[in-house]
């Protein structure tokens, strides 16, 4: 999951990094995964697991042109298969940012 995540984000051509970021530039993403839990279970045998992520998009406070990018990654992942579950505002000392958090639910292999 976590690989598909970055991939899908460096498809749009942002820097990504999984949890904490190591090279803050004019736009970056922070994401993770908060929760993650057992779905369609019968006779204790999960048949799926649903995942929460959560995606931090952060752009510098001086420009004001990257505000909007985060419509982008929001758009490529619903494209890709995640449900938006909605956004806030985030506020840092040298950046602005929007904390955006989908789901998704993924069929266990061994469920077919």
Same mark, same amino acid.
């Given at each position: 999951?976590i690989?598909? &995540?970055?991939? &899908?984000?460096?498809?749009?051509?942002? !820097? =990504?990094?999984y949890? $904490?970021?190591?090279?803050? *530039? !004019?736009?970056?993403?922070?994401?993770?995964?908060?929760?993650?839990? !057992?779905? $369609?279970?019968?006779?204790?045998?999960?048949? =799926? *697991? /649903?995942?929460?992520? *959560?995606?931090?998009? %952060?752009?510098?406070?001086?420009?004001? /042109? /990257? =505000?909007? @990018?985060?419509?982008?990654?929001?758009?490529?992942?619903?494209?890709? +298969?995640?449900?938006?579950?909605?956004?806030?505002? /985030?506020? +840092? $000392? *040298?950046?602005?940012? @929007?904390?955006?958090?989908? @789901?998704? @639910?993924? %069929?266990?292999?061994?469920?077919?």
């Amino acid at each position: 999951m976590i690989s598909k &995540i970055f991939n &899908i984000l460096k498809s749009i051509d942002i !820097d =990504a990094y999984y949890q $904490e970021c190591t090279n803050k *530039t !004019d736009d970056y993403v922070v994401y993770s995964i908060y929760q993650e839990k !057992d779905i $369609e279970v019968a006779d204790n045998k999960s048949r =799926a *697991t /649903l995942y929460y992520i *959560t995606i931090n998009y %952060w752009y510098k406070k001086d420009n004001r /042109l /990257l =505000a909007d @990018k985060y419509k982008e990654i929001k758009n490529v992942m619903k494209s890709n +298969g995640y449900k938006f579950d909605g956004c806030i505002d /985030l506020i +840092g $000392e *040298t950046h602005f940012g @929007k904390n955006m958090d989908f @789901k998704i @639910k993924i %069929w266990n292999e061994d469920s077919n």
